[in-house]
């Protein structure tokens, strides 16, 4: 088994006519199989991987000692060892993506079988293509973050993309699906058109198509329970500090993961500023992306605020320039930083 490095599973300028037939269930395309001395071998985009079925066959073949009594396979170590090189070379670059799939390969046998793999992952960037025309999408990405797509045949893929773009027309479609694949099991027809009426309920002044193009999974969330509880409860922890509605929404539009906050964690947040700079959060209220920015950032960087006024009292930093710095300038930078918050762990 070989692998390079990327490139597409074949060119959507040349697609192969939909309707076609194959014995092998998949469109046709004569870049990706070629019978070499009566054996079928298959290119895969993806760095050029030759497979041959008889090889492959082979290696992958689960033995009676191997399944186990639920009905999982027991893989061995070269059979893991060839799956994770195989989805390498699909492009899944996340260890803990790979680690998934190959969960998956001991549960269904399509995980354990590598040219199935490849005509499935053909057929999805097939359904891409033909249902909005969408080229180049990150595969690995795709199957890294949502296995079960690749169960999905040509047709009802590509009538759901197409789905899509008609509901989402001025969404990055193709960031969308490479960001949340999980859209592509959802139903369209019900459940996403009621999340998006449920967004436009909840943030009547707000560009709901630009919340989901800037953080797809909101549509993989309970709009009606969780993200409305968290945006009340939200609301009622900013309004205390004098914050006004209009600002809220305002945040949400630039940093829309503010809405999958836990409550209590931002409600920490806002205390914990506050302590460290009383008089913050009404004073950056008039800058809503810097205050979504610093609501947002973890106990450890907005514990930088109060580091710098109780230790560095002449360094004039802004509370969104000290949450914006790196971790690595700032600590190159304030080197007693690390010391510091090592005494209040201790405690």
Known sequence: MEASSSSSLSNP???AVPGAEASSGVVPDPRRTQERSGRRLYHHGHGEMLLREDLIERL???????????GDVRLTREQRKILDAFWIGVGVKKK???ERLIVQATK???YRDPVRLLERLAQLEDSLWLGASLSGCDLGLIVGRCPR???CDLDWTAEKVEFLRELLPTVNLKGLIERNP???????THTVPAKLRALSKLLPYADVFALIDSHPKLLSMNISSSVSANLRSMRATLAAEGVSEATVEAMIMYSPRILTTNPKTLADRCTQLERACPGAVSEYALKPASLARILTSS?????????LRENHPDVCLSAVVTVNTSASKFDARFPDFQTWTSSFAEV
């Open 96 to 98: 803990a993506h790979r």
């Open 182 to 188: 999980q859209i592509l099991s959802m139903d369209l």
């Open 108 to 110: 269904a046998g399509l």
């Open 60 to 70: 992958m073949a689960v033995s009676v000692e191997q399944v186990e009594r639920a």
């Open 299 to 307: 106990e450890r960087v907005i514990s930088r605020i109060e580091f």
């Open 13 to 15: 300028s040349t697609r």
């Open 149 to 151: 797509v690749i169960y």
